[in-house]
């Protein structure tokens, strides 16, 4: 996205003096992007009380780049700070609760995300038809004309399938638990791609690893409720 229109949008106003000047221009943006991406492989060979710590820095650096901004929030970008305070929740209280409840809470956490979006869209007639889904892919990527012109060529008549394939399948995740496991990975098999080229296209810094990385928890609650069918 457009350095001036981030910048047009920031919430400069929380953090004052030279630290939040220095987050809030675009070194800091991109020193908390980086910092963020360094900080990962710390938590493959930490001590579970340095993962504690580690996970306190994350959480940290990563609320300082959602609130800098109020353009590129999506459903991926709550998704990754539930996903961050959950981990926390289950740190603290790992030896009173299973770390199985906090996969659950992911799990569910993710499969309301779904359904709630998909209700949203099933009740607007321009999601149904396709306009919706054609106009963000036209306007949310302002910077490449060759991508928007390679766009107004498809037919409309994909992008109304394609709107339809993408409202009933959010609004049918509630059964997600319940599907043949074989089922469920085809059904999530469709979830990937649409998350994978959606965040390409569409250039979601969030929305690919958040949601991808939640999907092995669709798998985890379907493997205890399923057999109990």
């Keep these: 996205m457009d350095w001036a229109l981030i910048k047009g949008f920031s919430r400069s106003g929380m953090l004052k003096g030279k630290i939040g000047?220095?987050?809030?221009?675009?070194k800091g943006f991109i020193a908390l992007n980086i910092l963020r991406i360094l900080i990962l492989p710390f938590f493959y060979q930490s001590s579970n009380e340095l993962f504690f710590f580690n996970l306190i820095f994350l959480n940290l650096v990563n609320w300082l780049i959602y609130i800098r901004t109020n353009t590129m929030h999506n459903a991926a970008d709550q998704m990754n700070n539930i996903v961050l305070i959950g981990l926390l929740i289950g740190q603290v209280f790992m030896k009173i609760n299973s770390i199985e409840l906090v996969i659950v809470f992911f799990g569910l956490t993710l499969i309301l995300n779904y359904f709630t979006s998909g209700i949203s869209k099933f009740h607007q007639e321009k999601w149904h038809n396709g306009y919706y889904l054609r106009t963000t892919l036209l306007y949310r990527?302002?910077?490449?004309?060759?991508?928007?012109?390679?766009?107004?060529?498809?037919?409309?008549?994909?992008?109304?399938?394609?709107?339809?394939?993408?409202?009933?399948?959010?609004?049918?995740s509630v059964f997600m638990p319940f599907l043949p496991p074989t089922v469920l990975l085809v059904y999530l098999f469709i979830g990937f791609w649409f998350h994978v080229s959606t965040g390409i296209l569409l250039g979601l810094n969030n929305f690919i690893w958040t949601f991808i990385g939640l999907m092995p928890t669709l798998i985890f609650i379907n493997s205890k409720v399923y057999p109990l069918l």
Excluded at 143 to 169: H, M, T
């Design 141 to 172: 990527n302002l910077e490449n004309p060759s991508y928007r012109k390679a766009i107004k060529k498809i037919d409309k008549s994909v992008f109304k399938i394609s709107s339809l394939i993408i409202v009933y399948w959010q609004v049918s």
């Design 21 to 26: 000047e220095y987050i809030f221009n675009k």
